[in-house]
């Protein structure tokens, strides 16, 4: 079981910028994923960005070049540095885990992005 703990959302305004963090703990495989999502109102759950075990990195067009995504193996933690955000990034943001044929959720963490 992994245990995931989000942190970081809030209210902010249009052009402004926000960190969410993501801390995973409990039976952490040495290989996994970890990546962000996010829930509209009435919109089904989407990729916003993902790292890989190896570094690499993918995200969603419509946050590429504002949104970037981080790790951290020595503490388990994932982050993601949003700037320029606007009203159409407001949505629940989830952390997620993926190992070898494991996959886990976050909580979720609110963020509204309004003047």
């Known amino acids: 079981q992994v245990h995931l703990v989000e942190s970081g959302g809030g209210l902010v305004q249009p052009g402004g910028s926000l960190r969410l963090s993501c801390a995973a703990s409990?039976?952490?495989?040495?290989?996994?994923?970890m990546g962000w999502y996010r829930q509209a109102p009435g919109k089904q759950r989407e990729l916003v960005a993902y790292i890989t075990n190896s570094y690499s990195t993918n995200y969603a067009a419509s946050v590429k070049g504002r949104f970037t995504i981080s790790r951290d193996n020595a503490k388990n933690t994932v982050s993601l540095q949003m700037n320029d955000l606007k009203p159409e990034d407001t949505a629940v943001y989830y952390c997620?885990?993926?190992?070898?044929?494991?996959?886990?959720w976050g909580q979720g963490t609110q963020v509204t992005v309004s003047s």
């Open positions: 997620l885990y993926n190992g070898l044929g494991d996959e886990y």
């Open positions: 409990g039976s952490i495989g040495s290989i996994y994923g």
